[in-house]
């Protein structure tokens, strides 16, 4: 694990965010507020998009925990980024049921449009691919995340229609893309068609 | 208290015992990895998964508290399976490299793989590489052998103080690592490796020289220090290869410092290994009859001019040998205080850690003085440390300011606060006052000084004000950092009546008032103020005290003779003859036999048995071997008078090199660069370390 030459020299949350990091550190009873190094861990990201080795170690320094513990829960929960990310972070689910229901060809879309691999980032620094695994959302498989915002029941072209409109500058609507409201059946209800109880009366 | 049975054998234990801490009471052996009675409990190896009746699944006995009528299995199908299985995961990654292993022949791993491994691998994958680690000059790492137990991990951040190990990333991908911008500095850091029940932390000084099976292993006690822990002195023909600690409950618990376990290769350079006579201002070899008649010569001439300095590392036996040959010579001119630390031997509590290292542990308050015990005495300082992990323990500083691995309040450096403190002017006296087992630590910084007496005077006056020694309760203790020194004030090795203490046997000498001055592995004595004084240097290394003599006379090391030394507490302990002293070296009370005989003053002794009852009539402390004697408190100690100025700062800068053997340890030269004298863990690296 050596200093990378991407690891910046140093850290510091802004003033909005350190108003926020510090509201969540009161939350916890006083002695225990290295319960805080989570939300404040992801407040770092927000700031810089990823978790610098220099924002570890301001945080260890704000809670008062070693710096190696604070890097343990870095590395371990992958949704912290331990390397410089694009604008956009379109993270992909290839698991079994976004698999079985077509992620290979998300995944080809995916590479196609941003002319990327996994783990890499576009020459522009907008965006950076990811292959993740379940993101909780199979009901709607197959998904990515392009930062906070799901897109799923993807296909080949509606992967390229998502991402061509963020190269645009737009934000495109999140949620499923074929039309479908939330996990409701595709086609439409199945049942409960009419509003029917007891007694016959509508 | 619960009542549990295992293996049909039944135990009363104490609520919140674990299955396995009751079974290792019965002497059932469980397998372990992760699992350490003085860690943390992990309970992440699983290896130690025994049947519990009326319980669904196997139970990782390390981690279950009994509970009453408890029924445990720990030897039935159902558990060896459950273990095989385990067994299979951790070797899934596992190299089977262990014909190269430096842990082979002594590896849980293995042992256990004997008992429950496969002869068979399912697996079709190929294993997971991990790329080692930079732990530094002592520990060599081979992380794709390590199987996670986070052992290292947990002593280092618990035990050390030092938390700069950790596993990072997860699952497939979990590596244990050290943060990158520190080192592995802690000078404990060398029990790392005995902990690691693989072969992914070595020692790596002594890295692939030796097979565990082929060395000789000899128990002893460790003279690096004041604490004098247990040790195991590992040795191949007339080599040592390593030391070890032992189990010593009292002393040293099961850890050891770096610079005990590690200068163990000082031990083989710079030996004295034949008489050396100084020739026309030349060193040149001699014998040892030439030596002792050189000596004698001048001797005859210096009438009562004659004096002796003791090192750090003088044996009792030698010193009672040197005092009696002194005495009869007419001279009373000895001293064991090389530093001129200003210990009053008349008082033995004024000198004994009086607390125990063990007794350390009940204390609720602590004031250091003057002292760093993290350098000093880093085991002991361990003890400090998980006392103060329990909670209630206030402690204070006057001195340097730095990190010890627990919070202190710092008083300041001036010894005019001790002032303070002693005359019930500073609010750290009302907590001493109101605690129920205050203590007191003063080092060797703050005695060595000009004003050492009055600052020992004082720490006896806030120990009878603040009530340091109360029933059952001696809390004034004095830190030592020289192995041979209470054993050298127990025997009275300091100078009588009217005689000349170290300071003026240094001045005389110059002056020409000594003539002929003994140093007993004294080599911190200022050789250039030595004037014209015939010098003789009896001692194992040829550090500073070699170069200023005109006659060497080449004693044993500590692992070499079967020696005695008292250690800080005041406990009498003796080393054994683990390697044979080098070339014409010999041990040293039987030097100055000899010397008494070419001298025409043969001292009444022939054998170590009779050394040793000398030393019984000196002191009783050295007849009751391996315990404890306890002083009593005594008359009044310690000097009234002006303090000094300057700060109080410990008399060890570089905890790696402290004493010839260390000083000529190449791996303690190689800490000193990497780690700059310990306490130094946010060391910054740039580069691709690690």
């Excluded at chain 2, 830190?479 to 209470?486: E, G, I, M, N, P």
């Excluded at chain 2, 303090?643 to 000083?663: C, E, H, K, M």
Aim: hydrophobic share 40%.
């Amino acid at each position: 694990m050596s200093n990378h030459s991407y690891e910046p020299e140093s850290f510091a949350f802004t003033p909005e965010y350190l108003e926020k990091a510090k509201a969540f550190i009161a939350k916890y009873p006083a002695g225990r507020q290295q319960s805080a190094v989570m939300p404040l861990l992801d407040l770092a990201q927000r700031q810089e998009g990823w978790v610098s080795r220099a924002a570890m170690e301001v945080i260890a320094e704000m809670l008062d925990m070693a710096p190696i513990r604070v890097e343990e829960v870095a590395t371990f929960y992958t949704m912290y980024n331990r390397k410089p990310v694009g604008t956009f972070h379109v993270q992909v689910c290839t698991n079994l049921p976004c698999m079985l229901r077509g992620s290979d060809d998300v995944v080809a879309a995916a590479k196609a449009t941003l002319g990327v691999e996994f783990g890499d980032m576009t020459g522009d620094g907008k965006f950076t691919l990811s292959e993740v695994e379940c993101l909780g959302a199979c009901v709607n498989a197959p998904m990515m995340q392009i930062n906070d915002d799901y897109y799923e029941d993807l296909t080949a072209e509606s992967t390229k229609a998502v991402l061509e409109a963020f190269k645009r500058g737009e934000t495109p609507k999140p949620g499923p893309q074929n039309g479908r409201q939330f996990s409701c059946p595709a086609g439409g209800p199945t049942a409960l068609t009419e509003l029917k109880f007891e007694g016959g009366k509508a | 208290m619960p009542k549990l049975t295992i293996d049909g054998r039944e135990i009363e234990v104490e609520a919140g015992t674990t299955i396995i801490q009751a079974a290792d009471l019965l002497g059932i052996e469980i397998p372990r990895f992760c699992y350490h009675e003085r860690l943390a409990i992990a309970g992440n190896c699983r290896m130690c998964l025994v049947e519990v009746e009326k319980m669904p699944k196997p139970a990782a006995s390390c981690a279950m508290p009994v509970g009453e009528g408890m029924v445990v299995k720990t030897n039935t199908p159902a558990v060896r399976k459950a273990r095989q299985g385990v067994m299979e995961f951790l070797l899934l990654n596992h190299p089977l490299d262990c014909p190269i292993c430096d842990q082979g022949g002594e590896c849980d791993l293995q042992d256990q793989a004997m008992a429950y491994g496969s002869d068979k691998n399912r697996c079709q994958e190929g294993k997971r590489a991990v790329p080692d680690k930079d732990y530094g000059p002592l520990v060599q790492t081979m992380m794709t052998r390590c199987i996670q137990c986070t052992r290292c991990v947990r002593f280092i951040s618990e035990i050390a103080g030092t938390p700069v190990l950790g596993g990072l990333g997860r699952g497939e991908h979990l590596e244990i690592s050290r943060y990158v911008n520190a080192a592995v500095s802690s000078e404990l850091s060398g029990n790392l490796i005995d902990l690691c029940p693989v072969g992914a932390l070595t020692n790596k000084p002594a890295s692939y020289t030796y097979r565990a099976w082929e060395l000789k292993k000899t128990e002893s006690v460790d003279a690096m220090d004041a604490l004098g822990s247990a040790i195991r002195v590992d040795t191949r023909g007339n080599e040592v290869i390593r030391i070890l600690p032992r189990v010593a409950e009292d002393v040293n618990e099961e850890w050891l410092s770096d610079r005990s376990r590690f200068a163990c290769d000082g031990l083989k350079r710079q030996r004295l290994d034949k008489p050396y006579v100084r020739k026309d201002g030349k060193l040149v070899p001699a014998t040892w009859n030439e030596a002792f008649a050189a000596i004698a010569a001048k001797v005859k001439a210096a009438g009562t001019k004659v004096a002796a300095i003791a090192g750090d590392q003088a044996d009792a036996e030698t010193m009672v040998a040197y005092k009696d040959l002194l005495a009869a010579l007419g001279s009373q001119a000895v001293d064991c205080r090389q530093d001129g630390a200003k210990l009053d031997a008349s008082v033995r509590a004024s000198y004994l850690f009086n607390s125990t290292a063990a007794g350390i542990e009940e204390a609720d308050a602590l004031l250091i003085v003057g002292s760093n015990p993290r350098k000093e005495n880093p085991v002991l300082n361990a003890r400090i440390r998980k006392r103060w992990q329990k909670g209630g323990f206030k402690v204070a500083r006057i001195g340097h300011k730095g990190d010890l691995t627990y919070k202190y309040e710092h008083l300041g450096d001036d010894a005019s606060i001790l002032k303070a403190v002693a005359e019930g002017k500073h609010p750290f006296f009302e907590v001493l006052k109101n605690a129920k087992k205050p203590a007191l630590i003063i080092g060797q910084g703050a005695l060595s000084r000009a004003d050492g007496a009055v600052l020992l005077g004082l720490a006896r006056k806030l120990a009878d004000a603040a009530g340091l020694v109360r029933d059952g309760w001696n809390g004034f203790n004095v830190l030592h950092t020289a192995a041979a020194r209470v054993g050298g004030l127990d025997l009275g090795f300091v100078p009588g009546q009217g005689w000349r203490d170290v300071d003026h046997i240094v001045d005389g000498a110059h002056k020409g008032d000594i003539q002929v001055l003994f140093l007993i592995g004294a080599d911190e004595v200022d050789m250039k103020a030595l004037g014209e004084a015939f010098v003789v240097y009896q001692g194992s290394h040829g550090d500073a005290g070699a170069h200023r003599a005109d006659v060497i006379l080449p004693g044993a090391a500590y692992t070499e003779k079967s020696a005695t030394f008292v250690n800080l507490e005041g406990r009498a302990q003796q080393t054994r003859l683990a390697v044979f002293p080098p070339g014409e070296a010999k041990e040293d009370w039987r030097i100055v036999r000899a010397l008494s005989e070419a001298l025409g003053k043969p001292l009444p002794y022939d054998s170590l048995k009779a050394v040793r009852e000398r030393l019984a009539k000196a002191s009783p402390v050295f007849a009751a071997i391996g315990q404890v004697v306890p002083a009593a408190w005594g008359a009044a100690f310690g000097a009234e008078g002006s303090l000094g100025d300057g700060a109080l700062v410990s008399n060890v800068d570089n905890f790696y090199q402290t004493d010839p053997i260390s000083r000529a340890s190449k791996t303690m030269a190689e800490c000193t660069a990497a780690f700059g004298g310990g306490c130094n863990h946010k060391h910054k690296k740039t580069g691709t370390h690690g």
